[in-house]
């Protein structure tokens, strides 16, 4: 079973500031997706990565999934209220282009 | 266009009741599956599909069912709820899962079931 350990599970900051979450395996994945959670809602994709070293950029929140495609990090510059929500990661691989393995999640409070 | 549906929203059982999550796609996406979320645990997958007549297990597929007889459905069924199945269940549909396409999923707004 491939395992997707994200960090910070919790995470508290102002409006305005920086901030990086992280997702880590020790397996390869052939591609990785974060989805933002809301509140009473489903996730919701942001972003996919699939090439070693890709960089992502959507507005304020910037992507990168490792050389070696085993992590992945997500960054937020100038954090808004509007960012707070359960931040995923979700990697596909060991064998199969279809089954997603989930990380636990990182939940993003921005404090007005 | 209306997505993944899920019904009903809510729902509250007694421990060996049978119950049936609903799950609907209107965008003729051959990938289904089943998560349950809960707290401390992310999302684990519970059984899915790549297409009608097809299904197979996933992580947690214990005291659950599934079936798919059309593309557009894909039904979880609780035959004997237990307190343990209390959580919150999504539904989700991708178009693509084959030739190394990254497998995108679309997500239902979820079903939060309590079994006492």
Not at chain 1, 3 to 23: A, D, H
Not at chain 1, 69 to 76: G, V
């Amino acid at each position: 079973t491939q395992l997707l350990e994200q960090s910070p599970q919790f995470l508290s900051i102002q409006e305005g500031e920086n901030l990086t979450v992280y997702c880590n395996s020790s397996s390869v994945f052939s591609s990785l997706q974060w989805y933002r959670q809301e509140p009473g809602e489903g996730p919701v994709l942001l972003v996919t990565v699939v090439t070693g070293g890709e960089v992502k950029k959507l507005k304020r929140l910037t992507f990168q999934f490792g050389d070696a495609r085993k992590d992945s990090s997500l960054h937020i510059t100038a954090a808004q209220p509007g960012d707070t929500g359960l931040y995923l990661c979700a990697g596909v691989g060991g064998g199969s282009n279809y089954k997603l393995t989930f990380g636990k999640g990182t939940l993003l409070t921005v404090n007005p | 266009n209306a997505g993944v549906t899920q019904t009903p929203k809510f729902q509250v059982l007694k421990t060996g009741q049978s119950m049936t999550l609903q799950c609907a796609q209107d965008m003729n996406h051959e990938y289904m599956s089943w998560y349950r979320q809960d707290p401390g645990m992310g999302l684990r997958l519970i059984h899915y599909s790549v297409g009608a007549g097809i299904t197979d297990q996933g992580e947690v597929p214990n005291g659950y069912n599934v079936s798919r007889s059309t593309t557009e459905d894909f039904p979880l069924r609780l035959l004997s709820a237990a307190p343990s199945q209390t959580s919150v269940y999504f539904c989700a549909s991708s178009y693509s899962f084959q030739g190394g396409g990254a497998n995108v999923l679309t997500f239902g707004a979820g079903s939060r079931l309590t079994v006492l």
